[in-house]
């Protein structure tokens, strides 16, 4: 027994040695956190061998303990125990520890707390294998779900396959599915292949032979997947255990592979193509690949040029020497650098070639020049994709001259096309609208502004309604108004203009013409007052007085015809240099001199006769025979415009009718038709027979360019009216028509839609 055993310094000093000899990082506080014994392992584990921190506070010693672990540390002390298994503790020079920890009080003899216990220890090495192996493990998982590969395993004992997570994905079944050897061979989809695949399985479990196959499956929810297994065994005494291995879905690997081979085959399509050009050349400009479509282009074969030429046999020196200079002022600023090699210049120029082919003859191509440069950004050589222009070439050669001759067109016509943008305020006029506007400077900044401020007083608030209805019903109506030009000149224009909205219905843009009309309602106002002026004294007139006028026109107008038909022939004979169409086009001279003869004797006898009732002079007609005089008056101008007539009258084809009338009738109807037609499309003209509720009706139906009946139909059959800018029309034919007609007691209508065509309906 010792003599010391209640010496509280003997105590101490008896635990000092205790805890200093301890094989574990223990230390004793007292209740000011201050240090009276630590074991050397405590030392070791916190570095603090070089320190005496006996009799030092304790947060002097680790200033980095922060205000958490402080207030624990006084619960311990008010007599609780506090324990972690593991934490990161960060070191005051930034490093990280882990620890674990049991805090608890120690009492003097007297029961009360004296200080602290602390036992810790350092866990960072075996933490940081524990979070490698956490990185490692994910880092596997990432890589099999990125990569799609799953595990399996089988026992050869219990027969028990195991499988990982992703090959429950890649079968497309759930987590409870039981797999079987059975099962799996099923959803093969290639009989053959599931028989090879059943032996491979076999040779595996009984002999460990390892298997590495590519198969195709149908999974149970119909989805048709690539499959790659690999499979090894395990042996155990020389027998086999345990067989494992992957399977790894190569669904998407197969569909690249596809993909690749695919892109692969239309590149070398285009390689091989006729119709493309490609040519390429190595680091020193030698032609190393040619392909048909260069030998079709060219005239060169493959043969004469691969390893033997360089593209300055085909390419003019100076197009060659143009291109050197432009790529070397394109990759070296503002100058030209005779030592500057621009083979070594990541070149993508596309541009106009003349290609010069083996014959010597010249043509136009469009080429691609692109330099190929290998890893190293270091130039390996060019490839050229090129194609030939020459049709293109003409086509806008041929635009350009369409477009000289819509520029004289529109000056002829004092007409002018714009183009705006409402969104950003950004117009644009043609040349000659700014003629048309009086403005001879430099081109401006067009806005809407700048088009209003012209617009006289008395039309602004007109032509605002005009472009807010516009832009509520996205349609342009033609708007007529007033402007003051930058010269001063009072002139009314026309605004014609198509709308363009996006799939919102917003306004993009319009685009339209301006027409200076200034002259032409000049024009319009004095015919305007000679019509009315020619229709009071038309009302003056007698009936007599009105139809010997009637007579009048129909012999002025229906002698039209024939003449008409006479040039048309005459200009079709001067054409052709074939003797027997000549002979052919002669013999209708004939014919419609003939014609012409009879129809002035009938006139003149006509105009023999009393004028009177046109109903006393009524016979039976038959509609064939009408017909084929028209047709033979007209023959000239039918064959011209390559007109296409087709007459039934099965219905009724005989008629008790006034014969002036009638042939006047077929001669205006058939020609307005004629020369009202579309250039869109080959004239089709149908004139049929009806009988409807005891009358005879007749229909001339075209597809001629048709009329607004919305905006001319009220002045239809009017005197003078015309409704097409054609050199011939003259508002005489469809007035003499309706009064023909109308004189027999008959009716004359009309229905038509523009672009589409005619069709006048008499009711005799």
């Given at each position: 027994m010792s003599q010391y055993p209640n010496n509280p310094e003997y105590l101490e000093k008896y635990h000092q040695i205790f805890i200093e000899q301890a094989p574990t990082a223990i230390a004793m506080l007292d209740k000011n956190m201050i240090y009276l014994a630590v074991s050397k392992c405590w030392l070791k584990d916190y570095k603090l061998e070089e320190q005496n921190v006996i009799g030092q506070c304790h947060y002097d010693v680790f200033p980095e303990i922060g205000d958490d672990w402080k207030k624990d540390h006084q619960n311990c002390l008010k007599g609780e125990i506090n324990v972690c298994e593991e934490a990161p503790f960060k070191r005051a020079d930034g490093s990280l520890q882990w620890i674990y920890w049991d805090v608890r009080p120690w009492y003097n003899t007297e029961g009360e707390v004296g200080g602290l216990l602390m036992h810790t220890g350092d866990i960072t090495e075996q933490k940081e294998r524990e979070l490698e192996?956490?990185?490692?493990?994910?880092?596997?998982?990432?890589?099999?779900?990125?990569?799609?590969?799953?595990?399996?395993?089988?026992?050869?004992?219990?027969?028990?396959?195991?499988?990982?997570?992703?090959?429950?994905?890649?079968?497309?079944?759930?987590?409870?599915?039981?797999?079987?050897?059975?099962?799996?061979?099923?959803?093969?989809?290639?009989?053959?292949?599931?028989?090879?695949?059943?032996?491979?399985?076999?040779?595996?479990?009984?002999?460990?032979?390892?298997?590495?196959?590519?198969?195709?499956?149908?999974?149970?929810?119909?989805?048709?997947?690539?499959?790659?297994?690999?499979?090894?065994?395990?042996y155990v005494e020389g027998l086999v255990t345990k067989v494992f291995g992957i399977v790894q879905d190569i669904t998407a690997i197969k569909e690249s592979e596809r993909k690749l081979s695919k892109a692969n085959k239309e590149l070398e399509a285009i390689f091989n193509s006729k119709s493309i050009a490609v040519i390429t050349t190595d680091k020193d400009g030698v032609i190393n690949r040619f392909n048909s479509g260069a030998e079709k282009l060219l005239g060169y074969s493959a043969k004469e040029m691969i390893g033997l030429k360089k593209p300055n046999t085909y390419l003019l020196q100076d197009e060659l020497d143009k291109f050197r200079d432009e790529i070397t002022l394109k990759f070296k600023g503002n100058t030209l650098d005779n030592d500057f090699n621009y083979r070594n210049a990541d070149i993508?120029?596309?541009?106009?070639?003349?290609?010069?082919?083996?014959?010597?003859?010249?043509?136009?191509?469009?080429?691609?020049?692109?330099?190929?440069?290998?890893?190293?950004?270091?130039?390996?050589?060019?490839?050229?994709?090129?194609?030939?222009?020459?049709?293109?070439?003409?086509?806008?050669?041929?635009?350009?001259?369409?477009?000289?001759?819509?520029?004289?067109?529109?000056?002829?016509?004092?007409?002018?096309?714009?183009?705006?943008?409402?969104?950003?305020?950004?117009?644009?006029?043609?040349?000659?609208?700014?003629?048309?506007?009086?403005?001879?400077?430099?081109?401006?900044?067009?806005?809407?502004?700048?088009?209003?401020?012209?617009?006289?007083?008395?039309?602004?608030?007109?032509?605002?309604?005009?472009?807010?209805?516009?832009?509520?019903?996205?349609?342009?109506?033609?708007?007529?108004?007033?402007?003051?030009?930058?010269?001063?000149?009072i002139k009314t224009i026309d605004i014609l203009a198509k709308v363009f909205c996006n799939e919102k219905g917003e306004l993009l843009e319009m685009i339209g013409t301006c027409q200076d009309v200034t002259e032409a309602k000049e024009a319009e106002r004095k015919l305007i007052a000679a019509k009315e002026d020619l229709e009071i004294f038309t009302q003056k007139l007698s009936f007599q007085n009105q139809q010997l006028a009637d007579f009048t026109h129909i012999t002025s107008h229906n002698l039209r015809a024939p003449v008409a038909n006479l040039n048309s022939?005459?200009?079709?004979?001067?054409?052709?240099?074939?003797?027997?169409?000549?002979?052919?086009?002669?013999?209708?001279?004939?014919?419609?001199?003939?014609?012409?003869?009879?129809?002035?004797?009938?006139?003149?006898?006509?105009?023999?006769?009393?004028?009177?009732?046109?109903?006393?002079?009524?016979?039976?007609?038959?509609?064939?025979?009408?017909?084929?005089?028209?047709?033979?008056?007209?023959?000239?101008?039918?064959?011209?415009?390559?007109?296409?007539?087709?007459?039934?009258?099965?219905?009724?084809?005989?008629?008790?009718?006034?014969?002036?009338?009638?042939?006047?009738?077929?001669?205006?109807?058939?020609?307005?038709?004629?020369?009202?037609?579309?250039?869109?499309?080959?004239?089709?003209?149908?004139?049929?027979?009806?009988?409807?509720?005891?009358?005879?009706?007749?229909?001339?139906?075209?597809?001629?360019?048709?009329?607004?009946?919305?905006?001319?139909?009220?002045?239809?059959?009017?005197?003078?009216?015309?409704?097409?800018?054609?050199?011939?029309?003259?508002?005489?034919?469809?007035?003499?028509?309706?009064?023909?007609?109308?004189?027999?007691?008959?009716?004359?209508?009309?229905?038509?839609?523009?672009?589409?065509?005619?069709?006048?309906?008499?009711?005799?």
């Open positions: 192996k956490k990185r490692f493990e994910t880092i596997v998982s990432d890589c099999s779900e990125i990569a799609r590969i799953g595990t399996w395993e089988i026992n050869t004992h219990t027969n028990q396959i195991l499988w990982s997570d992703m090959l429950y994905e890649i079968h497309d079944v759930s987590k409870d599915f039981n797999p079987s050897l059975e099962i799996l061979l099923e959803l093969i989809e290639e009989e053959q292949k599931r028989d090879f695949l059943e032996k491979c399985m076999l040779d595996l479990l009984e002999k460990g032979i390892e298997m590495n196959e590519e198969f195709k499956i149908r999974t149970p929810k119909g989805n048709l997947k690539f499959i790659k297994t690999i499979g090894k065994a395990e993508n120029d596309t541009r106009q070639w003349q290609f010069k082919k083996k014959n010597g003859e010249k043509i136009p191509v469009l080429a691609t020049i692109t330099a190929i440069n290998n890893s190293n950004s270091e130039n390996e050589g060019f490839i050229s994709v090129a194609t030939n222009i020459t049709k293109i070439k003409s086509i806008k050669d041929e635009l350009r001259t369409k477009n000289d001759l819509l520029n004289l067109a529109e000056r002829i016509s004092l007409i002018g096309h714009w183009k705006w943008d409402p969104i950003n305020d950004i117009g644009s006029w043609s040349d000659n609208l700014y003629s048309i506007f009086d403005y001879d400077k430099e081109p401006i900044k067009i806005t809407f502004k700048l088009y209003f401020d012209m617009i006289l007083d008395e039309d602004k608030e007109m032509v605002l309604k005009h472009f807010e209805n516009a832009n509520e019903t996205k349609i342009f109506q033609k708007l007529t108004h007033r402007v003051k030009t930058f010269s001063g000149n022939l005459l200009e079709i004979y001067e054409y052709i240099e074939d003797e027997e169409e000549k002979k052919e086009i002669f013999g209708k001279f004939s014919n419609v001199i003939d014609h012409l003869t009879t129809t002035l004797n009938t006139l003149v006898e006509a105009l023999k006769t009393k004028v009177g009732d046109a109903s006393e002079n009524l016979t039976e007609i038959d509609l064939n025979s009408v017909h084929t005089r028209t047709i033979q008056i007209l023959g000239g101008e039918i064959l011209k415009n390559n007109v296409n007539i087709k007459a039934d009258f099965s219905v009724v084809s005989n008629i008790i009718y006034n014969q002036i009338y009638i042939e006047s009738i077929f001669l205006n109807l058939i020609g307005n038709a004629i020369k009202y037609k579309s250039q869109d499309r080959v004239p089709e003209i149908s004139i049929t027979s009806e009988y409807a509720k005891g009358k005879t009706i007749l229909k001339f139906q075209d597809n001629g360019l048709g009329i607004d009946m919305k905006k001319h139909g009220h002045k239809l059959f009017g005197l003078n009216k015309v409704f097409h800018r054609h050199p011939d029309a003259k508002g005489v034919g469809l007035f003499l028509t309706k009064t023909q007609v109308e004189a027999m007691g008959g009716t004359i209508t009309a229905n038509s839609e523009v672009n589409v065509g005619t069709t006048f309906t008499i009711i005799l």
